[in-house]
């Protein structure tokens, strides 16, 4: 039987948590939104089993993160059967670091954004993340090498960053 009051105490204390997480490994926000809206509610469904998993936030972190991929994927597709440009959103930011980290996230491998961030932002050790993502633990300490120094790349550029249509920060 599912348990209202206990399941409402755990979407309180780690929703906004997992939203940040996802929105930091997409890079889109809208989409991060739905996945972890859709994650809280197949754990609410599934409460029950959910609530005896050594991390319950993992279970909906990971199930949002697949449904924020699989979601990308279908666009991506229907794009290609489209053949239509796109264009890149708009992510509102709170400083130029902000924006430059965003940036750099999004321009490195899917795989690697994932560790650096699960390793960084969400700080999850390395088998932690391996038990998460399903792969080695070498094969994560591989991702967050690769990931470190592409990302360092994309943030540490001697370009003054620029903002709002040429202004230079």
Not at 24 to 45: I, P, Q
Not at 53 to 65: I, L, N, Q, T
């Amino acid at each position: 039987m599912r348990d209202a009051a206990e399941f409402d105490d755990f979407y309180a204390a780690s929703a906004r948590r997992v939203l940040g997480q996802v929105y930091a490994m997409t890079g889109n926000h809208a989409e991060a939104e739905d996945a972890v809206a859709e994650a809280y509610l197949r754990a609410w469904d599934r409460w029950d089993r959910v609530r005896e998993c050594d991390s319950p936030e993992g279970w909906v972190r990971r199930v949002a993160y697949r449904l924020a991929v699989s979601a990308w994927r279908k666009a991506a597709n229907r794009l290609r059967a489209h053949r239509r440009d796109t264009t890149a959103g708009h992510v509102d930011a709170i400083s130029p670091d902000h924006v430059a980290l965003v940036r750099g996230l999004r321009l490195i491998p899917a795989d690697q954004r994932r560790a650096v961030v699960l390793h960084h932002l969400v700080g999850l050790s390395v088998t932690e993340i391996a038990a998460e993502t399903g792969r080695s633990p070498n094969t994560v300490k591989t991702w967050l090498a690769r990931g470190r120094r592409a990302l360092a790349e994309h943030v540490t550029s001697a370009e003054p960053l620029v903002l709002d249509g040429g202004r230079q920060s």
